[in-house]
């Protein structure tokens, strides 16, 4: 049992309901925090207006906006029935809480000092909370752990238990808590103010519902949706007529998208935020050079190439629509279209030779060629983006150590099948038929898939494309989760249907790889000619200096 991932009530309530007197989150509180003028590309500028309007149009919008609702009723319900927990009842949830952060944190260092990511092997786990547990305590019990765990290493034991004190010596002085609750973005204060609104939210679920033992978490959405109907929340729906500065209406009253917009940016945080921004950015530069070069993208043009796409993609085998398919709303493909035929108009068409070259160095890609391939994954960040082990760089660091470790098993003939069931933290995989086991995939078309992809089919040395061979396992690969370990199990190398017969396939491709390299290009001489000016997050100074409204620097 991992404690990190426990879905406490108290977590779950932190993601739904965060509130004003918690701790403040690297985000802006409120779109009051930030200036009027974000940033500039040549003469368009980039508003604190547009950044809200982007948050508005995003995929992210309505489920966060449903949770937004439900702070909204759950506050007016627990004033209405008076609910207000005693300073004892926190205090005791207070320390229920800590004593799990306490045993989480030892997990982390304990568990999978022992069992690396064996973490579905019951027995095993079972032995281990239990250790934990005992040191908790102050009874520590490493001899009994042995024995339940035999075959243990004396270099794992040490390791373990080296790791458990140093979380018991940091915990003592207060500095192991204040680090475990600076990972949920909280202080002390903001953990008694959520075991508060806690004890809060399970007593109005008690009323609502007439219970009289503790909720489950089932309950709670089943209160939240009953006091729904019975506030008569109303929310947007795609495709309808709603007022542009209203977010919901609850018993009538209009809330107002101000309101609103604070739950969000805190419930989203700031990499999502500057993310949104460098998004508006590369826009505003796209943009300002169609505005250069008077080459302006009609709209006419923009519902072409949508239905082109959307006719492309009901061909194919799996029928999706485009939203579907691109996990997109309606706005945000648009603009993406929009770009690309923006960026369309900065690249010179492909000549005859060109496609003839790219369909030669890509035989692989127009041939539908496949590899299928086994993986271990060490994880060095959680589900939800948080670092498993302390910060972000020593979490990766961590992971790679790890991921070159069990590279070394599988080189001294340890079964590979083994190594993924103690070690891989990708559950889907590890539990296949065939343990570890990807399926085919193929070169392009897979995001989620680019890291392995690309070393799976070009090599691991750069500038050599040399695929991996069957049975060969590959150093560890970086991605967004932590360090992966791949080993080639099959290839499927067919070959392509002639030039003629995907001319278009090829030229699209063609264009996709050339856009790219233009929107880079394009970004790098904005940047480097300061026609591109950012005012927000970065401090004012000779870089970046305060906005004026004085003219930018001479267009390329």
């Known amino acids: 049992m991992n404690t990190r991932r426990l879905s406490f009530l108290a977590l779950l309530l932190l993601a739904a309901a965060p509130d004003e007197r918690s701790a403040p989150l690297p985000a802006p509180a409120s779109p009051d925090d930030l200036p009027e003028l974000l940033a500039q590309a040549g003469d368009r500028k980039i508003t604190r207006r547009d950044l809200l309007d982007r948050i508005m149009e995003s995929k992210f919008h309505a489920p966060v906006l449903e949770q937004f609702a439900n702070h909204l009723v759950f506050d007016r319900e627990t004033k209405r029935l008076g609910i207000r927990p005693t300073d004892a009842e926190v205090e005791t949830r207070m320390k229920d809480f800590q004593q799990k952060l306490l045993e989480s944190e030892l997990w982390e260092t304990i568990g999978l000092a022992l069992l690396g990511n064996d973490l579905e092997s019951a027995e095993k786990a079972a032995a281990v909370k239990a250790l934990i547990e005992s040191l908790v305590a102050g009874r520590p019990d490493w001899e009994g752990l042995q024995k339940k765990i035999p075959g243990l290493s004396k270099e794992r034991v040490e390791e373990a238990r080296e790791g458990g004190a140093r979380v018991m010596r940091t915990w003592a002085a207060g500095d192991g808590l204040r680090r475990a609750l600076a990972r949920l973005e909280l202080t002390n204060e903001g953990l008694q103010d959520l075991m508060q609104r806690l004890l809060e939210l399970e007593g109005v679920t008690r009323k609502t519902l007439g219970l009289d033992a503790a909720p489950t978490k089932a309950q709670q959405d089943e209160a939240f949706q009953k006091l729904r109907t019975d506030y008569r929340v109303l929310l947007p729906e795609a495709g309808k007529p709603w007022e542009r500065d209203v977010a919901c209406i609850i018993g009538g009253e209009k809330i107002s998208t101000d309101q609103y917009l604070p739950f969000f940016l805190r419930k989203m945080g700031r990499a999502w935020i500057l993310l949104a921004l460098e998004g508006l950015i590369q826009d505003a530069v796209i943009l300002d050079r169609l505005d250069n070069i008077g080459k302006p993208v009609t709209e006419k043009e923009i519902d072409n190439a949508f239905q082109e796409l959307q006719e492309r993609i ?152 040399r695929p991996l061979l069957i049975g060969t396992v590959s150093r560890p690969i970086e991605s967004e989760r932590g360090y992966h370990l791949i080993l080639v199990t099959n290839v499927k190398r067919p070959m392509p249907p002639p030039l003629k017969d995907i001319r278009d396939a090829v030229r699209r491709d063609w264009e996709s790889l050339r856009r790219e390299k233009a929107l880079r290009e394009l970004m790098d001489n904005y940047e480097r000619t300061k026609l591109l000016r950012r005012f927000w997050p970065l401090p004012a100074g000779p870089e970046n200096p305060s906005p004026t409204p004085e003219a930018p620097a001479a267009k390329p």
């Open 314 to 465: 009901q061909r194919q085998p799996r029928a999706q629509d485009v939203m579907s398919l691109s996990g997109k709303t309606g706005i945000e493909v648009r603009r993406d279209i929009r770009n690309d035929l923006a960026l369309s108009r900065l690249i010179t068409p492909p000549t005859e030779q060109d496609l003839q070259d790219h369909y030669e160095a890509n035989r692989v890609v127009f041939g539908n060629a496949e590899i299928r391939a086994s993986h271990i994954l060490i994880a060095a960040m959680d589900d939800s983006g948080r670092p498993l082990h302390g910060a972000r760089e020593a979490s990766f660091q961590w992971a790679k150590k790890r991921a070159d470790e069990v590279r070394e098993l599988y080189l001294k003939n340890t079964s590979w099948e083994k190594l993924v069931k103690e070690h891989s933290n990708h559950r889907a995989s590890r539990e296949a038929l065939e343990p570890g086991d990807l399926v085919w995939f193929p070169r392009r078309g897979r995001p989620d898939f680019e890291p392995i992809a690309k070393v799976a089919f070009e090599g691991e040395e750069p500038g050599i494309q």
